[in-house]
């Protein structure tokens, strides 16, 4: 079936630097993929997303790119700062209705 | 605007016993989702709901059962809890894809813990 693999499982990294997440999808039909921040003890919330007709999307610190040939996608934040850590969740739609997750990284920023 | 509430917080079960999840969205979305996190597992989808009076299986169905008589309520069901259904479960919900975009939107979770 369908999966999206998602890595590093966890990330460490110092305040200022910069992180980044990847993943991988099989379902060469999936033209959209979301980017879920889970903070501790709350429901996932959406970042930012893309679709399969952009090459890259930037939001302030935040960027997603996607290589459809490769089947990869990717979350760049810059100047990572203490409040970015969290859990984050790649998706990538299969379908008409659904999401499939990858398995989430975790993500620590020291100050 | 309360967004997605879900009812319980937290629930203990003991293997055998019956419980249902209910979630509530005031947002007049037309899709709605069950998942549950694992450790390790990201988010897996149970069942969905592409409006009123519809469900539909998802990755990991099997135990769990779910109905959706009023659009603004989705109901998951165990009828025997199990050990391995000890689980964090999240309800999302979605504007109608097509035309009004695709975020899901999460409510704070309820977490079970199944003896």
């Known amino acids: 079936g369908e999966n999206v693999e998602q890595h590093p499982s966890t990330l460490s990294v110092q305040e200022g630097d910069s992180a980044v997440i990847k993943c991988t999808y099989s379902?060469?039909?999936?033209?959209?993929f979301p980017w879920y921040k889970q903070e501790l003890g709350k429901g996932p919330q959406l970042i930012i997303d893309?679709?399969?007709?952009?090459g890259e999307k930037k939001d302030q610190r935040i960027a997603v790119t996607l290589n459809k040939t490769a089947k990869h996608f990717s979350l760049h934040i810059t100047e990572t700062q203490p409040e970015d850590s969290a859990v984050y969740f790649c998706?990538?739609?299969?379908?008409?209705?659904?999401?499939?997750f990858g398995t989430g990284t975790r993500l620590q920023v020291f100050p | 605007n309360a967004g997605v509430t879900q009812t319980p917080k937290f629930r203990v079960l003991k293997t055998g016993q019956s419980m249902t999840l209910l979630c509530a969205q005031d947002?007049?979305?037309?899709?709605m989702y069950w998942y549950r996190q694992d450790p390790g597992m990201g988010l897996r989808l149970i069942h969905y709901?592409?409006?009123?009076?519809?469900?539909a299986k998802g990755e990991v169905p099997d135990g769990y059962n779910v109905s959706r008589l009023k659009k603004q309520n989705f109901l998951l069901g165990l009828e025997s809890a199990a050990p391995s259904q000890t689980s964090v479960y999240f309800c999302?919900?979605?504007?109608?894809?097509?035309?009004?975009?695709?975020?899901?939107?999460f409510g704070p979770g309820t977490r079970l813990l199944v003896l």
């Open positions: 998706a990538a739609k299969v379908g008409t209705d659904k999401l499939i």
């Open positions: 999302a919900s979605s504007p109608f894809i097509r035309t009004s975009g695709e975020t899901q939107y």
């Open positions: 379902d060469s039909a999936s033209n959209y």
């Open positions: 893309i679709r399969s007709n952009v």
């Open positions: 947002m007049n979305h037309e899709y």
């Open positions: 709901s592409v409006g009123e009076g519809t469900t």
